[in-house]
């Protein structure tokens, strides 16, 4: 079995590594190099278990880090008696890994432990606590207890904005999800559509019209081609959709369903950007989708035209309507692609000669033709 051996923890190398290594150097150097009277051996000890300490309370974030905090206030306690009343300096570092503990009780047992540490050193060494190294070391004292709440506060604000990040990608992958069955619907169940519908006449021409048949047959296989065109497109999320290319394939498609078909452009001069002629695309398609799903139209007219600054592509037939269809997921996909480009798609359906889709975009400055 092969053990991992833990030096220092990735995460505080870039705040904490060379403030600690700076901190053990000093330390060391100061007791070695002392003419105290503590004998060698029993320095050497106190660095040992000191650096013990401070490993454990480096690793870990439950009891043993207080337990270690508290022998490394002890040894701190022992170095400023007989070594140098400043030695309290090094208790900040464990008042900087104190704050990181996952229980407020241990917290606050490790303030108390700060505490006594320093009024021992000072009850110990000076004849009065209103000396001049005791007002310098009150404050310090205070600031040590402070600092492992500071420092909690602080991990703690980390771990929220951590977690906030978690939910957004959450929020994103959601959003995603929402995409991709919104693209698979408007495009995938497009054309399964257009396959289902000229399988349905595929079967009526068997018997009627066998010489149509292979035709037929062969308008469902590249149909079929172009839904695995479509689905390739998705998986490599080439999301461009040509708004003029789409309005050509819809156009044919109503046109094999026996649905007559015009198109008229009264402005081709407009150029649309990428996401505007992509969000237009797929809600002519989905628009398309409809019409051979529910209209049982005969004639299908596709009008665009600029006004007031507007770009509006209006499709009308002369179907059923969609007063027994109520608004789905693929009315409810127009609007919101309409709404991103912050324009609007209304569903006209008020009258029995048919159904007008209207899908209104703003044109960009400067992109508007002269009348």
Sequence with gaps: MVYEIKIYPREQIKHY??????????????VLWSHSALPLAARISILGLYLGAFYIALW?????????SLVAFLLITILGIYEDIFMLIFGFTFADLLGR???????????LGIAVMFLGVMKLTTD??????????????????????LIYFVEKSKNLQSELADVNTQLVQ?????????????????????????????????????????????????TTRTALKQVRE????????????????CQQLLQSANITTTLHNQCPTIVLSSVEETMLALCVREATTNLLKHSEAKKCHMTIHCHN????????????????????NGIHSMKERMQVLQGSATVENNTPTGTSVVLTIPIQDGKEPLT
Excluded at 315 to 327: A, F, N, W, Y
């Design 17 to 30: 590594l060379i403030i600690d290594v700076m901190s053990l150097i000093v330390l060391i150097t100061m």
């Design 60 to 68: 870990h974030r439950d009891w043993r880090l207080l337990v270690a």
């Design 101 to 111: 503990a996952k229980s407020k009780w241990h917290i606050a047992i490790g303030m």
């Design 128 to 149: 009065s606590l209103v000396t001049v190294e005791s007002q310098v070391l009150a404050p310090m004292m205070i600031i040590q207890m402070v600092f492992p709440v």
């Design 174 to 222: 959601q959003e995603e999800r929402q995409r991709i069955a919104r693209d698979l619907h408007d495009t995938i169940g497009h054309t399964l559509t257009m396959i289902k519908i000229k399988t349905e006449l595929t079967t009526k021409l068997i018997d009627r019209d066998p010489s149509s048949v292979k035709q037929e047959l062969n308008e469902i296989l590249a």
């Design 234 to 249: 998705l998986v490599s999320d080439m999301n461009f959709v040509s708004l003029q290319t789409e309005l050509i394939h």
């Design 309 to 328: 600054g507007l770009y509006t592509l209006e499709m009308k037939d002369d179907g059923i309507g969609l007063s027994q269809k109520g608004l789905g």
